[in-house]
């Protein structure tokens, strides 16, 4: 079984910053790319960024220039650094991992989630 825990969330005033980490434990192989989504009251679960073994990133458009993500493939962990909050990166934050748990096999893995909460 592979769990992924979530830290870091809180309350921060615009403008403000925050870091989320997240750990994978358990039993697997390795780690393929790992994500942070988030989802606000009322909307759809987005991607806020990802990040493939190899460090290549995807940042959604909204984010872009304001979080960085980065990850240790030791430690399995990955790390979410946010700056410039916005009231409207108010959020529940989710850690996401697709997960090779077997040599023939991979699973996907969400988190728990860490509340974000950015007041104006």
């Known amino acids: 079984q592979v769990q992924l825990v979530e830290s870091g969330g809180g309350l921060v005033q615009a403008g403000g910053s925050l870091t989320l980490s997240c750990a994978a434990s358990?039993?697997?192989?390795?780690?393929?790319?790992m994500g942070w989504y988030r989802q606000a009251p009322g909307k759809q679960r987005e991607l806020v960024v990802s990040?493939?073994?190899?460090?290549?990133?995807n940042y959604a458009d909204s984010v872009k220039g304001r979080f960085t993500i980065s990850r240790d493939n030791a430690k399995n962990t990955v790390t979410l650094q946010m700056n410039s909050l916005k009231p409207e990166d108010t959020a529940v934050y989710y850690c996401?991992?697709?997960?090779?748990?077997?040599?023939?096999?991979?699973?996907?893995?969400w988190g728990q989630g860490t509340q974000v909460t950015v007041s104006s």
């Open positions: 990040i493939t073994s190899g460090g290549s990133t």
């Open positions: 996401n991992a697709d997960v090779r748990v077997s040599v023939w096999a991979h699973n996907n893995y």
């Open positions: 358990g039993s697997f192989f390795s780690l393929n790319t």
